[in-house]
């Protein structure tokens, strides 16, 4: 790989940013390309921008055939995130089931007799207020954000943080009438209705889920649902 570009591609991976290597297998041609479509090197076919692009959005790895030359486009994603408020018995289920789907979880919960070590083995636990924490994690596009406290002082803070970052998907535990008055509370503090439209509320697919290992079934389904149904079309649109 040619010094220029490998040098910027480690401070990329270092950061954390999501990026994409291209490589043209014939002239060794090599650029790297970024989200929001800016990129770095050699130059780079729009039409193999645009394939590579969707590929950085789905962590899709692999060859672009275009005007009879191969290029290879190799994915540098950081892994996807998962930030859970609330260290209930829905979170034990859905922290297991999240890593196994390649997050990186993190569990908050300000009540330390929740958010015990024991409780989520190999999960990243927090015991500080949610906002504090959501502003260290700096939520972003690959973040996928649930509130399962049932307690405004903690879930509405996590969801005020929430609103004003780039996080994929965020989900609030709730029936239709809790989550009612939660859009009132966050109205209240002068969010606007396309913001509001982003809270999944009641979280979760509606599976008639009923028991925690169920209703974690449903978030994450709905977290994967949401990511790679609308995930390309996102990007392809920034």
């Keep these: 790989m040619q010094r220029a570009v490998l040098d910027r591609l480690i401070a990329d991976r270092a950061a954390k940013t999501p990026v994409a290597s291209i490589t043209e297998l014939g002239s060794g041609a090599q650029g790297l390309l970024y989200l929001d479509g ?28 275009q005007g009879g030359r191969t290029y290879f486009v190799h994915i540098h994603n950081p892994p996807m995130r998962l930030a859970v408020v609330g260290a209930v018995h829905i979170t034990q289920a859905l922290a297991e089931m999240a890593t196994v789907a390649g997050y990186a979880v993190t569990v908050i919960d300000p009540r330390r007799a929740f958010a015990q070590a024991e409780r989520f083995p190999s999960i990243k636990v927090s015991t500080e207020w949610p906002d504090d924490a959501l502003n ?88 994967t649902k949401i990511r790679r149904m609308t995930g390309d079309a996102r990007d392809e649109a920034a």
């Design 136 to 223: 260290v994690l700096k939520p972003d596009r690959r973040t996928a954000i649930v509130t399962l406290t049932h307690d405004p002082k903690i879930d509405d803070p996590a969801l005020e943080v929430a609103l004003k970052s780039d996080a994929f998907y965020i989900g609030s535990l709730g029936s239709t009438r809790t989550h009612a008055k939660r859009l009132q509370r966050l109205r209240d503090k002068g969010f606007d209705e396309r913001a509001l439209a982003r809270i999944h509320g009641p979280v979760g697919l509606d599976i008639g889920a009923l028991s925690p290992a169920e209703i974690a079934i449903s978030i994450i389904a709905e977290i």
């Design 38 to 65: 800016t990129t770095f090197g050699d130059a780079i076919p729009g039409e193999v921008i645009q394939e590579a692009r969707s590929a950085l959005a789905s962590d899709r790895s692999g060859p672009v055939e």
